[in-house]
């Protein structure tokens, strides 16, 4: 086992993870691969990611030479509190050297929709606005030298608050740190999934911000984007799966 935990007074809750996780209480807040739970603990509630026990060569690969998901979740959002929701620790389990279970702890941000929602619902109110702020939000992650590999539509939370809109980014265990080039940066927007009106309000914003050309920076953002869906649908239609878009 081993762990690390941003402050003394959520040790235990860390340590007895698997018990406290399991309670009947506990809300589900999410399942796919991984679940997520709120889980109360002192009188406060936290989110707690148990990550699905990956297939036997990462068992190997995570507990023996890479990080794994819990810890670079951690490890990333501690390079980056503002943009996250507050880290409290992560822990993982092993078998020998296998890595079996993994939990990361946060904090929870008590937004009041995600970026899908704009982007799907034809009619959403002040949805020009969320776009500038989106842009703005992504300009600054981007300025920090920070690559969100995940930025999906579900990994954006946005709270509205009196005029203006917090946004938080999570499921951050994909993640590069480095400078980055006008090329990387509007490539970042072609998992957005957004229609090519949507994303050109983004990119505009985007551009008069990075003081880049927006004729050219909408372009590039298209054709990134339109070829994340096309490589997205081709995997689909080898599933027999339907494809929009
Ligand atoms: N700190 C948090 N505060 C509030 N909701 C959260 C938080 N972390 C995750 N969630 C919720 O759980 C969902 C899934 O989390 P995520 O880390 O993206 O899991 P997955 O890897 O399965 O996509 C999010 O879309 C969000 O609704
Ligand atoms: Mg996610």
Redesign the pocket.
Known sequence: MNYEVHNERQKDLLIHIKTYFDLDRNET??????I?KRVPFEGREY?V?SFKTPHLINQIAYGLFRDGKAKK?YYNSMKIVDF??APIGYIEFKKGFLLKESYFI??????DF?IREPLTTPDFPNKTAIYHALARFSHQLHQRGVLHL?YSP??I?IKAHQGWYEF?I??VNRMAFKTLSTQERLENFAQLWANDEDLSIIIQAYAKLAKIDPQEALSIALKASQNHKDRKNLKKRLKGKKVVD
């Open positions: 807040i999410f399942q796919k691969r991984n997520l989110i990611k979740s996250v929701p946060s904090e929870p941000f008590e937004y995600t995940d579900g990994n939370l938080k999570i499921d």
